[in-house]
């Protein structure tokens, strides 16, 4: 038969999909997943088992660890020497487990993560908890199966005499499933039990009288009863855990913050690295040092502030930055009936309460078994007694030990069994204290077997020596709490102030796009002019906010998109420096420009709103508390028809006029009362009514009659007419004129369009930009004041092939 023929074909995902279903199944089944009914995985279980059938019991001596783990491996757990280890050192951590099941002497690790020391140094026995998982267990209470190479037995599972799943917690990933089942208290979830055992009717809620919530071994206050509730109907939900933290009071007015419980599984050392980092970064003003106290006395961090530092606002954002408070996620799964499942706490309690009644079963039966077979010894004993010469006689008169049993059974009715006692008697029982002895553990035992066969017969008496035999541990191992518990979630709000240092600066920005954040030292030392700012050769600064650090800018876009910037947030260059392109520090598409800047120190300032005014003659007024956002992407601030565009917003009060003035010389004066405020992204009302070929330049709120409205055109003519003659009229209509354009083959042009408006109501300089990239500029003073019709006066020398298209007042400081 040649080489080939000795295959067979097979679909390669046929064979993966096979092997890697086994894999599967052994890492969920035993490996990773704990069994609901003694909550251990299985090396946890091994270890265990191997130290009680070794004797490494509380009332010996420790012995060295090397010889737990080399028991485990050789007999139960084929895998390296360092999983188990590495198992056995969980168990003996007190910040880990509720209770813990290894008594280990030595060094088994610490909270900082430092690893334990090897197995060879380290000794350790069972816990006296331990034993209650192990007690009754060599009275058949549970199944055993063969180990790996069939030379001896294991568990299966232990009886575990306590809910140690929920007691202990465990955590594990496997393949497509992971379990994270928190540490609760033992009292509670003992009572919980007994309660649930006794009226089996109970509902969630009366559990959750009694069960809180978890209550994890290293303290710390628990928020979150929603996510306590989720978790415990369906087996996922959420939680907070906080450190416990205090504030003191220190010599020169000086405070500091000490923190004695962290959250469960956080390495202490890496918070006190993290927060320490902060400091060093300055991300927080105000840490002067952070400092790690713990010792024989327990835990203690100690993070000391500077003078009038706030600390509750570096606390929060503690809180906010580091593992100080942190989130915990049930998943409570573990196996049911040879499978996985995510289990509630009332699906948990019950299955461990079935296991209880078996084992308990399992038990009484055994010890029924046992009692039976003495009290017929006993009856056989009494009755030879009774007889004793006859028995005697027979004794004597037979062959040999076999001939003495079989004539025993023939000549006076003895089984078998109480013929072997009698053979085996010995002298000393003879006598009549003896005798009187053997008839009352006769009656001693008839009533122990009554007592086991009532247990046997009744469900009640079953569930009376579960209940007794679980408060018996709940009062020898009961713990108070450890964890507070909080019904809400705290909301984290961290002040800006305990963040940035509060500093006034400038931000500037360009007509090309270039922003920065200038000190105003930087700005005095750089001469104190606008003039000397640092940009690129044709652009120049259209923009200058003075502001806070602590402040926010809201930056509008032509496409009716805005963002939210923190000042803080923008690079800081020096006044001479050019600064950096906008969309550096925002995500705006090429295609979209900023057309205004408005500074905010408040959102909830009462009566605050802005103005939006469109090119097509739209007007919207929102709510400034609309715009709050915590996004740093494009958030849409008003809806843009197509062919449309934002001109203009204003920041308003409401009690204003708004004056709109169009391309083709048309302007309008209303109320802005009249436009209703409105929601975010509302496209607003019609604020002028346009030509096709129209279209609005310039927006500006005005009030009174003070000042001049001047208006200037695409060939630098201008002019300015009184506020007064523009009178307020309803929204949404045709306007007034208010410019004259000069039309006629002689007549020399004063322009075809207005590029712009402002409301002067003192000297200002105008900054022009033309199409060819001139840049001009002239003093508002120099054009004539004429009425609402006039042709103007050119107050710049504009080439006849060019044209002025962007025009905006200079800044000033």
């Known amino acids: 038969m040649s080489n080939l023929e000795q295959f067979l074909p097979a679909f390669l995902e046929e064979v993966v999909g096979d092997r890697f279903g086994r894999y599967s199944k052994y890492i969920i089944q035993d490996r990773a997943i704990p069994d609901v009914r003694d909550g251990l995985k299985p090396v946890q279980r091994r270890i265990l088992y191997a130290m009680y059938d070794a004797g490494n019991t509380p009332d010996k001596p420790y012995r060295k660890s090397a010889k737990t783990v080399g028991d485990v491996m050789g007999n139960y757990h084929p895998h390296g020497d360092s999983s188990i280890y590495e198992g056995m050192v969980r168990m003996a951590q007190p910040w880990k487990m509720a209770h813990v099941l290894v008594d280990g002497h030595g060094n088994w690790g610490s909270q900082d993560d430092d690893p334990a020391a090897a197995m060879r140094y380290t000794e350790a026995r069972l816990s006296p908890i331990a034993m209650e998982l192990l007690r009754d267990i060599e009275k058949r209470t549970v199944l055993f199966k063969d180990n790996f190479d069939n030379t001896t037995k294991e ?35 003992i009572d919980a039990c007994i309660l649930l055992m006794q009226q089996p009717n109970t509902t969630l809620e009366q559990l959750m009288a009694i069960v809180k919530g978890p209550d994890f071994p290293t303290g710390g206050l628990i928020m979150g009863e929603e996510g306590i509730r989720d978790a415990y109907t369906t087996g996922k939900g959420r939680i907070h855990i906080r450190s416990k933290t205090a504030i003191e009071d220190m ?30 970064e300055k991300k ?11 010792g024989r006395n327990g835990l203690r961090i100690v993070v000391e502030l500077k003078k009038e530092a706030d600390a509750q606002g570096i606390l929060a954002y503690l809180f906010k930055k580091t593992d100080l408070q942190v989130t915990y996620n049930f998943n409570m799964v573990a196996i049911v009936n040879k499978a996985p499942r995510q289990l509630g706490l009332l699906e948990i309690l019950s299955a461990y309460i079935a296991h209880q009644k078996e084992v308990v079963t399992f038990r009484t039966t055994f010890e029924l078994e046992k009692a039976e077979d003495r009290a017929h010894v006993l009856e056989g004993l009494v009755k030879a007694l009774n007889i004793l010469d006859d028995v005697i006689a027979t004794i004597k008169a037979s062959k040999n030990r076999q001939d003495a049993q079989n004539n025993l059974v023939a000549k006076f009715g003895f089984t078998e069994r109480q013929a072997d006692a009698i053979l085996t ?62 019904g809400e979630v705290e909301e984290l709000k961290v002040n800006l102030e305990v963040i940035v240092p509060a500093e006034d600066v400038f931000v500037t920005l360009s007509h090309e796009g270039y922003i920065k954040r200038t000190s105003k030292l930087s700005f005095t ?23 806070n650090t602590i402040d926010q800018l809201l930056l509008f876009t032509r496409k009716g998109q805005y963002y939210q910037l923190p000042v803080h947030q923008i690079p800081e260059f020096k006044w001479k420096d050019t600064g950096t392109a906008v969309v550096n520090v925002v995500p705006m598409p090429k295609d979209d420009a900023i057309i205004s800047v408005i500074p905010v120190k408040d959102f909830e300032e009462a009566g605050r709103s802005l103005v939006f005014v469109s090119k097509r003659g739209q007007v919207k007024r929102t709510e400034l508390k609309e715009y709050k956002s915590s996004r740093s992407t494009a958030i849409a601030a008003v809806k843009v028809s197509e062919g449309d565009e934002i001109i203009r917003v204003l920041p308003s009060d409401g009690e204003k006029e708004l004056l709109l003035v169009s391309k083709l010389g048309m302007s309008i004066r209303f109320p802005e009362g009249e436009v209703n405020p409105m929601g975010r992204v509302a496209g607003g009302v019609r604020g002028l009514q346009l030509k096709d070929e129209d279209e609005v330049v310039a ?20 002019k300015r007419t009184l506020l007064m003659d523009y009178m307020i009229q309803g929204r ?82």
């Open 155 to 189: 568990p299966v599972v232990l009886p575990s005499r306590y809910p140690n799943l929920l007691v202990n917690g465990v955590s594990g990933i496997s393949s497509g499933f992971a379990t994270e089942i928190p540490t609760h208290n033992l009292r509670e979830v």
């Open 251 to 280: 010599k020169g007015g000086r405070q500091q913050i000490v923190v004695t419980e962290i959250p469960y599984q956080v390495v202490k050392s890496r918070l006190v690295t993290a927060m320490e980092n902060i400091r060093l």
């Open 284 to 294: 927080v003003e105000g840490i002067a040092e952070v400092r790690d106290e713990s």
């Open 425 to 486: 008697l010995q002298l000393y029982r003879l006598t009549n204290l003896e005798i009187t002895t053997l008839e009352k553990e006769h009656k001693d035992i008839m009533k122990r077997i009554a007592y086991l066969r009532g247990i046997l017969d009744s469900e009640k008496k079953l569930i009376g020596v579960i209940k007794d035999e679980l408060t018996e541990i709940r009062d020898k191992f009961g713990i108070d709490r450890r964890s507070d518990i909080q």
């Open 525 to 547: 030392r750089s001469g104190g002019e606008l003039n000397n700012a640092g940009v690129k050769e044709g652009d120049v600064i259209r923009t200058l906010v003075d502001v």
């Open 699 to 718: 927006a500006e709120l005005v009030t009174g009659d003070e000042g001049e409205v001047l208006v200037l055109t695409d060939l630098g003519y201008a």
């Open 732 to 813: 949404g209509g045709k306007g007034v004129s208010t410019f004259e354009f000069k039309e006629g083959k002689r007549v020399k042009p004063n322009g075809d369009r207005i590029v712009g408006a402002f409301h002067c109501k003192e000297e200002q300089e105008l900054v022009m930009l033309t199409a060819t990239g001139a840049h001009l500029s002239a003093s508002t003073e120099k054009a004539p004041i004429e009425d609402r019709r006039g042709t103007g006066k050119a107050i710049v020398p504009v080439d006849k092939k060019d044209a002025i298209h962007t025009v905006f007042p200079r800044c000033g400081v």
